[in-house]
């Protein structure tokens, strides 16, 4: 049975086991590039905090085992990456992770319905995210809380042919 998970806001000295998270996850997926960086995970509260984005953490007994965020997407990004509009409204899901040794025990999807609740609080009425092909759990995990596919790219990763999955949530009111 899996133990509870606690969900709370990123606070600093976080910073190493997220990235601990982020890595053995997508080491786990097949899906970790050697050699290149993960920017955003080295300045989290100026990506996400400072910025009307949100990065969640997932503790199991205080350990972090999984991660989170939200963050806006410019217009721009929301054209180019997404095929979208209305960015004032629409959020881009990312780092959503759960450590191996704590996969399947839904955590992934109760990150996901905390982030997408902070995103209906702040308004907003769309949320997008990618993942590649290789990922088949994040993509059922995905497709389970109600996203649905809307673009598929091939891309080349680490000389590596894989497709960039996006997909798309509208948020309807409820009540």
Same mark, same amino acid.
């Given at each position: 049975?899996?133990?509870?998970?606690?969900?709370?806001? $990123?606070? @600093?000295?976080?910073? @190493?086991?997220?990235?601990?998270?982020?890595?053995?996850?997508?080491?786990?997926?097949?899906?970790?590039?050697?050699?290149?960086?993960?920017?955003?995970?080295?300045?989290? =509260?100026?990506? $996400?905090? %400072?910025?009307?984005?949100?990065?969640? #953490?997932?503790?199991?007994? &205080?350990?972090?085992?999984?991660? &989170?965020?939200?963050? @806006?997407?410019?217009?721009?990004? /929301?054209?180019?990456?997404?095929?979208?509009?209305? @960015?004032?409204?629409?959020?881009?899901?990312?780092?959503?992770?759960?450590? =191996?040794?704590? +996969?399947? !025990?839904? $955590? &992934?999807?109760? !990150? !996901?319905?905390?982030?997408?609740?902070?995103?209906?609080?702040?308004?907003?009425?769309?949320? #997008?995210? %990618?993942?590649?092909? /290789? +990922?088949?759990?994040?993509?059922?995990?995905?497709?389970? +809380?109600?996203?649905?596919?809307?673009?598929?790219? =091939?891309?080349?990763?680490?000389?590596? *042919?894989?497709?960039?999955? #996006?997909?798309? *949530?509208?948020?309807?009111?409820?009540?």
């Amino acid at each position: 049975m899996a133990q509870p998970l606690t969900i709370r806001r $990123y606070q @600093p000295g976080d910073g @190493p086991r997220v990235q601990a998270v982020h890595e053995a996850a997508m080491r786990a997926a097949g899906a970790y590039v050697e050699g290149v960086p993960d920017d955003d995970l080295e300045t989290i =509260p100026e990506t $996400y905090l %400072d910025t009307a984005g949100t990065f969640l #953490v997932g503790t199991v007994d &205080g350990r972090i085992v999984a991660t &989170g965020a939200l963050r @806006p997407v410019s217009e721009a990004t /929301i054209a180019a990456k997404y095929s979208a509009t209305s @960015p004032d409204s629409t959020v881009e899901l990312t780092r959503l992770r759960v450590a =191996p040794d704590h +996969q399947r !025990c839904g $955590y &992934g999807g109760r !990150c !996901c319905d905390e982030l997408e609740r902070r995103a209906r609080t702040r308004g907003a009425t769309a949320i #997008v995210l %990618d993942t590649l092909s /290789i +990922q088949s759990a994040a993509q059922g995990l995905y497709e389970t +809380q109600g996203f649905e596919l809307v673009h598929r790219e =091939p891309i080349e990763q680490s000389a590596e *042919k894989v497709d960039l999955l #996006v997909y798309r *949530k509208e948020l309807v009111e409820s009540g």
